[in-house]
């Protein structure tokens, strides 16, 4: 049984391997959390031997939110199946949720939906797509986002931010200078303070 649980979800086209370095930064200022990396529920069909959560194929802001609904229970088997695993199924407020890019998408409508009112949600490079009505929520969410993204606009990560503080969750926002759509080292840093905090650990 863990103390607490941080799933990894990554983004269109990459792996769960691609999330894991981010578990060993952390490790030391999260002591007795445990840490999971899940690879994409599909295969990238778009070529090559990365995983997706939904298909970003001929995507467009009309029928984005449609396939985030199609994802969610894949991703519900996903999350349900670690987080029993680890013995938190009646301790919610001990999971945390952090994405990159889709993978934001996904963990930010784990939370809207109502579906995952889990103790924390990270999200790099990526925005609120989720079809409303969204359920209001308390759960902390720290949104982090390059000024210099040339995949996810910041401008979207913003919008994520103000519709989230709406809805009723406590939104922290970093704007990372010069950063373009990637796992920053100033914002992981940040990321893991903002864990620590919420998931009450005392670094080592």
Do not use: K
């Not at 606009?153 to 010069?178: D, F």
């Amino acid at each position: 049984m863990s103390d607490a649980l941080v799933i990894l979800l990554h983004g269109v086209g990459a792996s769960g391997a691609s999330l894991a370095p981010l578990g060993r930064l952390w490790s030391d200022s999260l002591p007795g959390v445990a840490f999971a990396a899940p690879d994409g529920a599909y295969p990238f069909d778009m070529g090559g031997a990365g995983r997706q959560w939904f298909s970003v194929a001929g995507v467009t802001p009309d029928n984005r939110a449609e396939r985030i609904v199609g994802a969610r229970a894949a991703l519900d088997e996903v999350l349900g199946g670690l987080i029993a695993a680890h013995d938190l199924a009646d301790r919610l407020e001990r999971v945390a949720l952090v994405g990159f890019s889709q993978g934001t998408i996904m963990a930010l409508d784990a939370v809207v939906s109502g579906r995952w009112p889990v103790g924390a949600v990270v999200g790099f490079s990526g925005r609120l797509a989720s079809p409303e009505p969204w359920t209001p929520s308390e759960t902390p969410v720290l949104l982090v986002h390059g000024d210099a993204d040339p995949v996810i606009p910041i401008a979207e990560g913003q919008a994520a931010a103000a519709a989230l503080s709406e809805a009723g969750a406590t939104v922290e926002w970093a704007a990372i200078p010069g950063g373009r759509h990637e796992l920053h080292p100033a914002g992981a840093a940040t990321a893991g303070r903002f864990l620590a905090r919420r998931l009450n650990t005392t670094p080592r």
